[in-house]
């Protein structure tokens, strides 16, 4: 994976509405459509917030369907200070969602 500003990714993870996008992909794809109806965002605005991502190749976006490669952001996060908040903020997230 090409270099990127871990302090960017760190940053687009902590978005209410991308945290809540990872957390809907933790177990598997979703469909752009879903994620904007469970979010209550419209799909642009998706695809807006999670482009950094995206470019980082940590969501990644198959026709419609978008997956999150957690093997690559958990090694982002790994001893990063920040990780054990954003896995916290994301179960947290995932519990409310569900």
Same mark, same amino acid.
């Given at each position: 994976?090409?270099?990127?500003? *871990?302090? +960017?990714?760190?940053?687009? &993870?902590?978005?209410?509405?991308? =945290? ?6 933790? /177990? #598997?794809? +979703?469909?752009? =459509?879903?994620?904007?109806? +469970? ?7 998706? $695809? /807006? ?10 969501? +990644?976006?198959? =026709?419609? &369907? %978008?997956?999150?490669?957690?093997? *690559? ?5 790994? #001893?990063?200070? $920040? %990780?054990? /908040?954003?896995?916290? #903020?994301?179960?947290?997230?995932? =519990? %409310?969602? $569900?």
């Amino acid at each position: 994976m090409a270099e990127f500003d *871990k302090e +960017k990714i760190v940053e687009c &993870i902590f978005d209410p509405d991308v =945290s809540a996008v990872l957390a809907e992909l933790e /177990n #598997g794809g +979703k469909e752009l =459509s879903y994620l904007a109806g +469970k979010i209550g965002v419209t799909e642009d605005e998706i $695809n /807006n917030r999670l482009a950094y991502l995206i470019d980082c190749h940590l969501v +990644k976006v198959e =026709s419609s &369907i %978008y997956s999150v490669d957690t093997e *690559k952001l958990a090694k982002i996060m790994e #001893g990063d200070e $920040n %990780y054990e /908040n954003v896995m916290d #903020g994301l179960a947290k997230l995932d =519990s %409310y969602l $569900n």
